[in-house]
Protein backbone atom coordinates (compact mmCIF):
# COMPACT_ATOMS: atom_id res chain seq x y z
CA UNK A 1 0.00 0.00 0.00
CA UNK A 2 3.07 2.29 -0.62
CA UNK A 3 2.12 5.49 -2.35
CA UNK A 4 4.45 6.61 -4.67
CA UNK A 5 4.90 10.43 -6.33
CA UNK A 6 6.11 11.66 -9.55
CA UNK A 7 7.29 15.06 -8.76
CA UNK A 8 9.31 17.05 -11.28
CA UNK A 9 11.61 19.89 -11.24
CA UNK A 10 13.61 21.67 -14.38
CA UNK A 11 16.72 22.41 -13.28
CA UNK A 12 17.89 25.49 -15.26
CA UNK A 13 21.10 26.86 -13.74
CA UNK A 14 20.29 27.46 -10.66
CA UNK A 15 20.62 24.93 -8.32
CA UNK A 16 19.18 26.13 -4.71
CA UNK A 17 16.24 27.52 -6.58
CA UNK A 18 15.05 24.58 -7.99
CA UNK A 19 15.86 22.88 -4.44
CA UNK A 20 13.56 25.10 -3.03
CA UNK A 21 10.79 24.34 -5.93
CA UNK A 22 11.45 20.84 -5.11
CA UNK A 23 10.95 20.94 -0.80
CA UNK A 24 7.78 23.12 -1.87
CA UNK A 25 6.26 20.04 -4.05
CA UNK A 26 6.99 17.80 -1.71
CA UNK A 27 5.26 20.00 1.19
CA UNK A 28 1.92 20.50 -1.24
CA UNK A 29 1.83 16.70 -1.97
CA UNK A 30 2.29 15.53 1.82
CA UNK A 31 5.24 13.24 0.91
CA UNK A 32 6.98 13.73 4.32
CA UNK A 33 3.39 13.80 6.26
CA UNK A 34 2.61 10.52 4.70
CA UNK A 35 5.74 8.94 5.07
CA UNK A 36 5.75 9.77 8.62
CA UNK A 37 2.32 7.69 9.23
CA UNK A 38 3.89 4.80 7.73
CA UNK A 39 6.30 4.79 10.22
CA UNK A 40 5.11 5.32 13.38
CA UNK A 41 1.73 3.74 14.73
CA UNK A 42 -1.10 5.33 15.00
CA UNK A 43 -4.41 4.11 16.33
CA UNK A 44 -7.46 5.23 14.69
CA UNK A 45 -9.15 7.56 17.32
CA UNK A 46 -5.81 9.95 16.99
CA UNK A 47 -6.23 9.50 12.91
CA UNK A 48 -9.99 10.63 13.46
CA UNK A 49 -9.33 13.74 15.78
CA UNK A 50 -6.06 14.72 13.67
CA UNK A 51 -8.37 14.90 10.79
CA UNK A 52 -11.04 16.44 12.80
CA UNK A 53 -8.47 19.20 14.03
CA UNK A 54 -7.07 19.98 10.21
CA UNK A 55 -10.92 20.36 8.88
CA UNK A 56 -11.77 22.52 11.96
CA UNK A 57 -8.39 24.63 10.90
CA UNK A 58 -9.29 24.78 7.41
CA UNK A 59 -12.43 26.10 7.76
CA UNK A 60 -11.38 28.64 10.30
CA UNK A 61 -8.76 29.97 7.50
CA UNK A 62 -11.49 29.69 4.26
CA UNK A 63 -13.50 31.89 6.61
CA UNK A 64 -11.14 34.04 7.59
CA UNK A 65 -10.27 34.45 3.88
CA UNK A 66 -14.04 35.51 3.41
CA UNK A 67 -13.71 38.19 5.51
Known amino acids: MAKTYNIEVSVGGNVERSLRQL ?11 DMKRQ ?6 T ?3 R ?12 KSLENV
Do not use: C
Open 39 to 44: VYFEPP
Open 46 to 48: QKR
Open 23 to 33: KKKIEREGVVR
Open 50 to 61: KKLMRAIKASLL
